[in-house]
């Protein structure tokens, strides 16, 4: 992960990973036409995560496609998602200071990817329980308040990360008491979930960098 500092970028479980400080240089000037003509429609502080996104999803995207292969614009879907070309599945975070963007090939098998970035710290309010299944909130009963924040925290990461993998297929808000974790020491694994008559596979993977958790997730019919 030390290469992220430097702006290369990290092969993770789930795809290759890209990380920015928002507002940086290149991530200002390095956009799409397009991407900045949809930009100019946005505030200072969302253009500044849009455009930071861009630049990672642009620069993971370039190790996973073939050379010869140029980018169109990666825009917005009628769901708010980015747009990767034919092939490519790909999500974008950004938090603070941070912007972050996950690209992996659209195999075969259909999966597809969702990432999540968080101060690794407890939530302002006590959103607990709009976030974590009875189960869930049992597990954390036992932490001092700080740590359980972590671990809330945490966790609604993992579940943005997981919600943005399944909405390309699902294309419905999902509530975060629909998706069950469960813990293995620091393994995430989710039950096979049943949602709207499909069923659907999902993987989680996270890690702790730089004061953030950053979760990514994959998701596939089936
Ligand atoms: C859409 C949502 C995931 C965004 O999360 P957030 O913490 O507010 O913001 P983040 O910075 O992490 O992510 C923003 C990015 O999410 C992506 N995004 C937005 N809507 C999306 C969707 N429907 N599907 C996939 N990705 C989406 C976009 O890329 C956006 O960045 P961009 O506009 O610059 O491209 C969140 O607001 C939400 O509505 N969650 C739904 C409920 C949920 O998470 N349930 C969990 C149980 S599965």
Redesign the pocket.
Known sequence: MDELRRGATVQLPHGVLAMTAIGAAPTLTAAHTDEHRLAAGYSEV?RG??LA??WCLRRAAAEVLPAERALPPLL??H????MLPAGLTG?????DSH?VGMVAPLAVDGWRV?I???RAAPPRGDVASRILTDTELTALSGLAPFERGRAVTLRFSI??A???A???MVQR????R??ALQWQDQQVMVAPLHLDGTWFTVEVWWTEFDGFWLSTARARRG
């Open positions: 969302r995560q849009f996104g861009r917005v879907d769901r708010g998602a980015p999500s974008v975070s950004h938090k912007a969702g999540d970035l968080e579940k943005e997981i919600y943005k399944l909405d390309p808000y999902i509530g975060f629909e998706v």
